[in-house]
């Protein structure tokens, strides 16, 4: 499926998103639910050795329910953190059942710990599709359909002009994730 | 020693000259695991580039692909010399930098350090591989002396490139107005008439772009953060600045209108004037953006200081200029000439740039104190 979306990608229909793509990320990363100074303060808090306290707190910015995780599923998902290498998501097929029920949650600790990965959003998921990236909706981690999204957003990153990156020091990923969930929602 | 010795000494090749990288890396203290995943690539955006040579006196013709298209020896010699001046850049700031990994005020300053250092190097390995590839022998030579010049020794070519970078406000200052300089020089570069350098630059802008984020939020956590006076953090946007504009060249520079002649180097706005370009006056056209740019961001990061604070402000583009008309000339911050002797020049210079008091105060005084925002993790 990956392969699909990534070989029917077309340049020229991204053309006006990368032109407003400055515009669409503040629109996302400076709105209510961007939280800006929350989401800047987290890459700075959220830092080796990983503690259980540092999920709360992506957890809390990312509006998420406390994790009613067993002690063994929160030791698996940790270490995965320290593990996991970008850009590789076949690692998450291994994790026991409970972790893989949330991609949302999955994502921002992926994202936060090692600031590659994109956080899993269904409106930047829509606007992907928008762009003619198709990445199905799911809300369990699929490591194919994650993977697919991390490509697409790599992928973006890549054949992008220069004029849509700008001078900020938020990650590149978030940079093109926050300005798609903005396109997707309008 | 014969001719021939002197040659082979010299890489033959860019594969050689990677291993004169892996050397380099080992002599300036860059541990290669710091890497980890990441791969120096070359990367080339050639569609953006475009076909046609856009501005000069070869406007319209096919932009040259290969060395052998290009007109003229002192053109080639031109090019050669841009590409080995920004090539010298970007290993320089790693020699001047990698030493500061161990101080980082907290890990995501420490990546993102890494990551510039990284990217620069990649920049640094992308120059060298124009020169191999594109230049022959006289370019496999300049790609050899990248690694042979030395920030530490004050060998790099540009002044900004031999200072020192002693503590992490010198490294925010640096990556906002040296880095920011670097900005102009890629965009300049990037309509050029030979075109795998001209596509060689969105890449490096699209990495660039973090650089100058890092720098300016850096400033702004410090600046929030209030620990550090404004007072003194003045004094470091004062030597820096100074430092920042030199980097554009001289005033009525003829290299810089034979460059915009063969099409080589363009304005900063070079497609979006609508004007045509002043040639003789090419430099102080782009400082003159770029001193702009610097008044308005300072203003945006000044706006986070505490109460009672002063304002910070970009001094005047007269104060302590090593190059331009007034180079050498006396001037306060705010423009006005100094009048005074050279005592009281000198006693006057101490008030508004750092002293060596002032760098044992901040380092051993503030920068011992949480001088940054998110300094430490304290848990909830």
């Keep these: ?186 | 020693m014969a001719d021939t010795e002197v040659v082979a000494d010299y890489t033959q090749n860019f594969e050689g000259w990677i291993d004169d990288f892996n050397e380099w890396q080992t002599r300036i203290g860059f541990d290669p695991s710091w890497l980890g995943d990441y791969r120096f690539d070359i990367k080339f955006d050639w569609d953006t580039a475009g076909n046609q040579i856009e501005f000069g006196d070869f406007e319209g013709k096919p932009k040259w692909n290969r060395r052998m298209q290009i007109p003229q020896q002192t053109i080639r010699d031109a090019i050669i010399n841009m590409v080995s001046v920004q090539g010298d850049t970007e290993f320089a700031s790693v020699e001047q930098q990698n030493h500061l990994l161990a101080s980082a005020p907290t890990e995501y300053d420490r990546k993102s350090a890494l990551r510039i250092m990284c990217e620069e190097q990649r920049h640094g390995w992308q120059m060298a591989y124009l020169l191999c590839t594109f230049f022959g022998e006289q370019g496999m030579r300049e790609a050899a002396k990248l690694l042979e010049r030395n920030a530490q020794e004050g060998t790099r070519i540009l002044g900004s490139f031999n200072a020192p970078i002693d503590h992490w406000l010198d490294f925010f200052c640096f990556t906002h107005f040296i880095d920011r300089d670097g900005k102009y020089q890629l965009k300049m570069l990037s309509t050029s008439s030979f075109k795998p350098l001209a596509a060689s630059m969105g890449p490096m802008l699209k990495e660039e772009s973090f650089h100058l984020g890092t720098g300016a939020n850096g400033l702004r956590r410090i600046v929030k953060q209030g620990v550090i006076p404004c007072e003194l953090l003045q004094k470091y946007v004062n030597k820096w600045v100074s430092t920042g504009l030199d980097l554009f060249g001289t005033d009525d520079s003829t290299s810089a209108q034979w460059a915009y002649v063969y099409g080589v180097k363009g304005r900063y706005d070079e497609r979006e004037a609508q004007e045509p370009a002043d040639r003789e006056h090419l430099n102080e056209a782009s400082r003159d953006l770029y001193f702009q740019e610097l008044r308005d961001e300072m203003r945006r990061i000044s706006k986070v200081r505490k109460e009672g604070e002063p304002e910070l402000y970009i001094p005047s583009d007269k104060f302590m200029r090593g190059i331009g008309k007034f180079a050498g000339k006396r001037y306060t911050v705010h423009g006005e000439e100094f009048e005074g002797d050279d005592v009281a020049w000198d006693e006057y210079v101490s008030t508004v740039t750092p002293t060596d008091e002032d760098e044992s105060r901040l380092v051993n005084e503030y920068m011992q104190q949480e001088w940054i925002q998110y300094r430490e993790w304290k848990g909830n």
């Excluded at chain 1, 699909?4 to 209510?32: G, I, M, W």
């Excluded at chain 1, 930047?124 to 809300?139: C, D, F, H, Q, S």
């Excluded at chain 1, 490509?151 to 700008?166: G, H, N, Q």
């Design chain 1, 1 to 186: 499926m990956q392969h699909v979306a990534l070989t029917s990608f077309n340049k020229e229909r991204c053309r006006p998103f990368f032109d407003k793509l400055t515009e669409y990320f503040h629109q996302h990363h400076q709105s209510e639910e961007g939280d800006a100074d929350g989401y800047e303060e987290l890459l700075y808090r959220v830092r080796r050795p990983y503690t259980p306290e540092m999920l709360d707190m992506i957890d809390s910015w990312m509006g998420l329910e406390k994790r009613d995780w067993r002690e063994e599923t929160q030791r698996e998902v940790m270490l995965a953190l320290y593990a996991i290498r970008y850009p590789d998501t076949l690692l998450l097929e291994s994790f026991t059942e409970k972790a893989r029920s949330d991609l949302r949650r999955l994502s921002a600790y992926l994202h936060f710990t090692n600031h590659t990965y994109a956080i899993w959003d269904d409106d930047t998921r829509m606007g992907l599709v928008k762009l003619g990236i198709e990445i199905p909706a799911t809300n369990t981690v699929d490591p194919f359909v994650y993977g697919a999204y991390v490509s697409a957003i790599e992928l973006l990153k890549d054949v992008a002009p220069f004029t849509c990156f700008i001078e900020h020091d938020v990650p590149r990923q978030r940079l093109f994730q926050a300005a798609l969930a903005a396109y997707g929602r309008e």
